[in-house]
């Protein structure tokens, strides 16, 4: 069997597009961009990274709410999903690193605050701690981490209907979780445990933001489930005839008037590194 991608998800307009509105949708129920622990923000000089920046949208977005002395820094494997530098505001820019890489010296000891989020196919061997010590060896004395996920041990099938079918999304679930041989995508299993491996790491003043879908929030969400499944799928090969039960899922999901649909917990964790 080939070698899996080492990034099982796919770039392109589609993809833009499935970023960019889960942004939006997340942003919309958890209410804030910065979780309201961190502590630092009325700084003028702040300096923040979003590593696995993807779009770019979290921090263009944040740029709208926070002073142009504000360095705002990007980072991702693959910049292309960003707007082009001429289109950026003056004080964000976006470059490319891989965050499994020796971190470059001059981004070492740089950063306020490091931003991550939806790193569930970029964590490897079900353990972040690699990452956070890197974000750790990036970040000043004080500075602090804020992580973003779905629990997907919390994955559940949901329905708007007592008599909806709901098959093939049960089935859905189950690829979601569970990463098979042919289907070798991280499921996630240490989300549930983020606060305690912040700790281990050394991480101070650990909050834990921890909260289910609105209801109104679960048709859109379960539209980018869909999309990012169908991805994964297109790039694994088919993987144990996936694609046609993604296809399956999405009927089952139209038939029931978009009310069946995999509701998982979002969870936002920030921690603050010692020292100063
Ligand atoms: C699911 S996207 C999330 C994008 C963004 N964080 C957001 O919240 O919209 C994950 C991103 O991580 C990037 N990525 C994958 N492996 C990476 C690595 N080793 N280092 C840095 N970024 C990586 C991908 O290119 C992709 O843009």
């Known amino acids: 069997m080939a070698e899996p991608p080492a990034y099982p998800l796919a770039t392109g307009f589609r993809s833009v597009a499935r970023l960019n ?69 003056s004080n964000v820019a976006m470059r490319k690193l891989d965050i499994h890489d020796e971190i470059p010296k001059e981004l070492v000891g740089v950063y306020d605050i490091i931003n991550i989020r939806f790193f569930l196919c970029v964590v490897k061997d079900r353990d972040p701690t690699p990452i956070i010590k890197k974000s750790l060896q990036m970040l000043k004395p004080k500075g602090w981490i804020q992580w973003t996920e779905q629990d997907l041990s919390t994955c559940k099938v949901v329905s708007a209907f007592t008599d909806a079918d709901t098959k ?25 445990s983020m606060s305690e491996t912040f ?27 869909l999309l990012a499944m169908e991805e994964v799928s297109l790039k694994l090969g088919n993987a144990s005839g996936v694609h046609e039960m993604i296809q399956k899922a999405a009927l089952e999901f139209e038939n029931n008037q978009r009310g069946v649909a995999l509701a998982s917990d979002r969870v936002t964790v920030v921690g603050m590194k010692a020292g100063g």
């Open 21 to 89: 509105l889960q942004h939006y949708l997340w942003k919309q129920q958890q209410g804030y961009l910065i979780h309201p622990a961190i502590s630092c923000m009325q700084e003028k000089s702040l300096k923040i990274a979003d590593v696995g920046t993807g779009t770019g949208i979290w921090l263009l977005d944040l740029s709208e709410q926070l002073p142009s002395t504000v360095q705002l820094d990007g980072f991702d494997i693959d910049v292309s999903q960003c707007p082009p530098r001429a289109w950026l505001p």
């Open 168 to 192: 093939y999304t049960e089935q859905l679930k189950s690829f979601a979780i569970a990463p098979t041989p042919d289907w070798p995508v991280n499921h996630g299993s240490w989300v549930a």
């Open 199 to 225: 700790r281990h790491a050394g991480l101070k003043y650990i909050v834990e933001d921890r909260n289910e879908k609105h209801s109104w929030n679960l048709s859109s969400s379960h539209d980018i489930t």
